[in-house]
């Protein structure tokens, strides 16, 4: 192997791709001719821009840890299955039958999309309910404004490949035991693009575009839940080369809300009251969603029962309405008297025959989450 990538950089062999480019955009700086005009400087810019190149990219970069050379103009292939000494292979084969590499192609565009993007937001019950608007600060790669998205450096630009001429590949014949057969292949040179770059831009590297912090302002509709995921198109990554930015997907994530349990677009809470109330009846306030309100506790109430309140739960995403308010009571059976008040208790358990009750027995009944606990602890 004649140059060592690595050592050119000043970086590991088990470098990341960070480290890589923040080591080529600070030599970059020092080494630019425009810094430094000294002939000895040149021939070491172009050094790190060919490292740079190699070790940017994850195939070359398997081929140069392999033993090869990737812009070397045979493809430095390091050698193995269907390798001989002219470089005819496999894919060779399948490319001169099939014709997938007859010089058809042309050169790849820079150009790309980018990729998509998430980022997680945290709302409370009541914007779930009812919807609101949130400003983001997102990290992600837009065009880089020194160059304009092109990679080129400013006052330069991309020049033809003087290796394929523009067409993006390059043609040879190889002798196999089939005879002569003529491949085409991407253009080592260029990778594929019919054009190189000479002095990359020394701010994003050649890329085309940077990392930069930008403010968004997304509006949430009412009835999202958990995991609901709002599409923001073409707000995401920037793609090489100033090409079309992917979508921001903003998934939603429900903060649990002190007094009110959501299933759905229904809300649940238990309320706990003292036996003689739930005996004569009475009304507790409740602060929902809309405000405060007077929840009716029937005379008679028991324990377990549940009072629905219409129309006061969570907004329905995909049509009009909204869900329930459920509100599960809980009868509190006093534990310490005093004896005046065990005294009432025996007074009115003689009004009503209840001084020894036999009670009323039945089959064991458990609401769903009891059996489901029940079946998790092996009962």
Do not use: W
């Not at 050592?7 to 470098?15: F, N, Q, Y």
């Not at 005879?179 to 990778?191: D, E, K, L």
């Amino acid at each position: 192997m004649a140059t060592d990538y690595y050592a050119v950089l000043g970086v590991r062999r088990d470098a990341g791709q960070d480290e890589i480019k923040k080591a080529f955009r600070r030599l970059a700086r020092e080494l630019h001719p425009d810094v430094n005009p000294d002939p000895k400087t040149q021939e070491r810019f172009k050094e790190i821009n060919a490292a740079y190149e190699v070790l940017s990219d994850p195939q070359k970069r398997q081929v140069y840890d392999l033993g090869g050379d990737p812009l070397s103009p045979n493809g430095g292939g390091a050698g193995g299955f269907g390798a001989g000494a002219a470089g005819f292979g496999f894919s060779d084969i399948m490319d001169a039958f099939f014709g997938a590499a007859t010089g058809q192609r042309g050169p790849r565009s820079r150009t790309r999309r980018g990729q998509d993007a998430m980022i997680r937001l945290e709302i409370t019950l009541e914007e779930a309910a009812f919807g609101t608007t949130k400003e983001l600060q997102v990290d992600t790669a837009v065009t880089c404004t020194t160059c304009n998205g092109e990679g080129a450096a400013p006052g330069t630009s991309a020049q033809t490949c003087d290796m394929c001429r523009g067409k993006g590949e390059v043609s040879q014949v190889t002798r196999s035991f089939l005879g002569q057969v003529m491949t085409s292949r991407p253009c080592p040179q260029c990778q594929g693009f019919g054009t190189v770059v000479p002095t990359p831009c020394p701010e994003c590297a050649g890329d085309g575009r940077v990392r930069a912090r930008r403010t968004l302002t997304v509006k949430i509709p009412a009835g999202v839940d958990n995991g609901t995921r709002i599409q923001l198109a073409g707000e995401g990554e920037v793609g090489p080369g100033g090409g079309p930015a992917g979508d921001l997907y903003v998934e939603i994530a429900e903060t649990s809300h002190p007094t009110f349990q959501r299933r759905g677009d229904d809300l649940h809470c238990t309320v706990t009251i003292p036996m003689t109330a739930a005996s004569l009846g009475t009304q507790v306030p409740l602060q929902t969603l809309d405000g405060l309100e007077e929840v009716d506790i029937r005379p008679g109430t028991q324990s377990g029962q549940s009072i629905p309140l219409h129309g006061r739960g969570i907004t329905h995403l995909r049509g009009g309405g909204r869900g329930d308010l459920i509100v599960h009571v809980e009868v509190q059976t006093p534990t310490k008297l005093d004896p005046e008040q065990e005294e009432l208790l025996r007074r009115l358990a003689v009004l009503r025959g209840e001084e020894r009750p036999s009670g009323q027995f039945a089959p064991g009944q458990q609401g769903l989450f009891s059996r489901l606990k029940d079946a998790f602890n092996g009962r």
